[in-house]
């Protein structure tokens, strides 16, 4: 049984361009979060997503950032021109309906680690 | 402005004695704590969880301790190993929320042999 997937592992994309990150979550699992981890910083929430629907984006940058997770296929975070800012570990969570944080926490992948030259 | 804070950023602990990693926070809403595990280039891990309405709770070596009027918890590890060794992430649930973890900025534990 996978647990949450991540591709790329590492993503090197210069200044302007636009940086996709994936998230495959946990077989069965239908709920996915998106948390952006900052050097020397703790993560911090994006987005919660559940099948086609946004949930809450209360912690998305307003410009340049969308995530979405379509029927098929996984869930997608997009940057569109890549600040210097921007680098950071991303990472996605995974848990299936009912199974909160409270419980039992989530199932991280090994993220993502985004590098802006 | 910063609502769970882990005041401690490292920690050194001899191997076989005790761990104590400390969270504080300042938001009265949150009903549910977690710590979380990290080593290197890898996710978190989820170690272990406990409701605002209990003081403790305990998972073979781990136990955390929750004091609600200091708005603090605490992990325990006892006895410490070697492969404990790595930064661990305090994190906190609003009440009512969809389940968003707000994490501390993480304490790296080394356990020396």
């Known amino acids: 049984n996978a647990g949450v997937m991540q591709n790329p592992r590492h993503l090197v994309r210069r200044r302007g361009q636009e940086a996709r990150l994936r998230c495959s979550p946990m077989?069965?699992?239908?709920?996915v979060y998106w948390y952006r981890q900052l050097p020397e910083e703790g993560l911090k929430f994006m987005v919660y997503?559940?099948?086609?629907?946004?949930?809450?984006e209360s912690g998305m940058p307003k410009e340049r950032f969308s995530a979405e997770f379509p029927k098929e296929g996984p869930s997608i975070l997009r940057i569109q021109q890549v600040v210097r800012g921007d680098s950071a570990a991303y990472f996605c969570?995974?848990?299936?309906?009912?199974?909160?944080?409270?419980?039992?926490?989530?199932?991280f992948g090994s993220g993502t680690r985004l590098t802006v030259v | 402005d910063q609502q769970v804070k882990q005041n401690s950023p490292s920690l050194s602990v001899q191997e076989g004695r005790i761990s104590i990693l400390n969270c504080d926070y300042t938001?009265?809403?949150?009903?549910?704590f977690l710590w979380y595990k990290k080593y290197p280039a890898e996710g978190p891990t989820f170690l272990i969880s406990?409701?605002?309405?209990?003081d403790k709770n305990e998972d073979g070596r781990f136990t955390v301790f929750l004091n609600k009027s200091a708005k603090h918890l605490s992990l325990h590890i006892v006895p410490s190993q070697p492969g404990d060794s790595a930064v661990y992430f305090c994190?906190?649930?609003?009440?009512?929320?969809?389940?968003?973890?707000?994490f501390g900025k993480g304490t790296k534990l080394s356990v020396k042999p």
């Open positions: 994190a906190a649930v609003y009440g009512g929320s969809q389940g968003n973890l707000i």
């Open positions: 077989k069965g699992h239908s709920h």
């Open positions: 997503l559940q099948k086609e629907n946004i949930i809450d």
């Open positions: 406990i409701s605002s309405i209990k």
């Open positions: 938001n009265s809403m949150f009903d549910y």
């Open positions: 969570a995974s848990s299936s309906p009912g199974q909160g944080a409270r419980d039992y926490g989530y199932t």
